[in-house]
């Protein structure tokens, strides 16, 4: 069983819908929790970036933790043709060098 | 004002060859990774420096040999190359080696090993 979990997808909605993306983790050592998105043949970029359990909104993306669960989401408000990328979740302790544990990535699209 | 860039940012060989990636970044940062991304978009830390030394050290096939010149570059040699090494390859950079800290991304470096 791999640490991170995401569904690969191929996800597509319209546009305007509200996208919902998931991982599970097993390491409840996991404190931090990154989403990164990436656009086709580019490098993958921060969108968002929560510590612990809660909630985090930044414009049209939120963010949720749940560690009791192990379960980490991203919500996309109002999608735009432009959020069509592949988005992976990633995490860490911070315990030191601890390396960053990314998901697949689940690629979305969104249909005009 | 490109923050991380790698070159060449395509690169087909054959098996049995060496090839070196080259990273730069201009962030100021002290930490700077080597990632593998495969065809499942699939991407895993092979590894990191922090101020030109190494802290992060993958199981990795040896044929691959990182180094750090200095902190604004860490570059990739591959010996012998095989089949199962085409993959896009990415450097980032971060503050800091904790991994709370931003990691900024290169554009990649597409292998492919014919």
């Known amino acids: 069983q791999k640490e991170v979990e995401q569904d690969p997808g191929p996800l597509s909605v319209p546009e305007g819908a509200i996208v919902s993306l998931n991982c599970t983790y097993s390491?409840?050592?996991?404190?931090?929790f990154m989403w990164y998105r990436q656009y086709s043949r580019k490098g993958p970029e921060l969108l968002m970036y929560?510590?612990?359990?809660g909630n985090k909104e930044d414009g049209r993306f939120t963010a949720q933790v749940d560690k009791s669960s192990k379960y980490i989401s991203l919500f996309i408000r109002d999608s735009q043709p432009s959020d069509s990328a592949t988005y992976l979740c990633?995490?860490?302790?911070?315990?030191?060098?601890?390396?960053?544990?990314f998901g697949t990535g689940t690629r979305l699209t969104i249909i005009p | 004002d490109t923050a991380v860039s790698q070159t060449p940012k395509y690169l087909v060989t054959q098996m049995g060859n060496d090839k070196s990636i080259k990273c730069e970044q201009n962030l100021g940062h002290d930490t700077m990774y080597w990632y593998k991304q495969d065809s499942k978009k699939f991407l895993k830390i092979m590894f990191s420096?922090?101020?030109?030394?190494?802290?992060i050290n993958e199981t990795v096939p040896n044929r691959f040999s990182p180094k750090s010149p200095d902190k604004a570059h860490l570059n990739l040699h591959i010996n012998s190359l095989e089949l199962g090494d085409s993959a896009v390859y990415f450097c980032?950079?971060?503050?800091?080696?904790?991994?709370?800290?931003?990691?900024?991304f290169g554009p990649g470096t597409r292998l492919t090993v014919t």
């Open positions: 390491n409840s050592a996991f404190q931090y």
């Open positions: 990633a995490m860490n302790s911070n315990f030191g060098n601890e390396k960053l544990t």
């Open positions: 420096y922090n101020n030109k030394e190494l802290i």
């Open positions: 929560t510590y612990s359990s």
């Open positions: 980032a950079s971060s503050q800091d080696p904790r991994g709370a800290y931003e990691q900024y």
